[in-house]
């Protein structure tokens, strides 16, 4: 059974910085690509940024500029860089994978919250 599991959440202020870290249970070289999603309160989850098996990145327009997806090529990890973070970035951010296959994970995700 493939898991996911986010982590590097929290509370920042706006301007601020986090990277968030998910970590899969199997070698992510299982997948043909995997995301970040976020869901705000009262708001339909959005796709932040996904990358490729072969690296390729896209992002939100929302956040393009200031954050990064990169993934440990050797291991089992992904990761987002979120740099001058905005009120409006405040989200349960959600780890996302899909198989070759086409089977697709999510993880538990982890609270974003960006104040002063």
């Known amino acids: 059974q493939v898991r996911l599991a986010e982590s590097g959440g929290g509370l920042v202020q706006p301007g601020g910085s986090l990277r968030l870290s998910c970590a899969a249970s199997?070698?992510?070289?299982?997948?043909?690509?995997m995301a970040w999603y976020r869901q705000a309160p009262g708001k339909q989850r959005e796709r932040v940024a996904i990358i490729t098996n072969g690296g390729t990145a896209n992002y939100a327009d929302s956040v393009r500029g200031r954050f990064t997806i990169s993934r440990d090529n050797a291991g089992d990890t992904v990761y987002l860089q979120m740099n001058t973070l905005k009120p409006e970035d405040t989200a349960v951010y959600y780890c996302?994978?899909?198989?070759?296959?086409?089977?697709?994970?999510w993880g538990q995700g982890t609270q974003v919250t960006v104040a002063s």
């Open positions: 199997v070698n992510i070289d299982s997948f043909s690509a």
């Open positions: 996302y994978a899909i198989t070759w296959a086409f089977s697709e994970f």
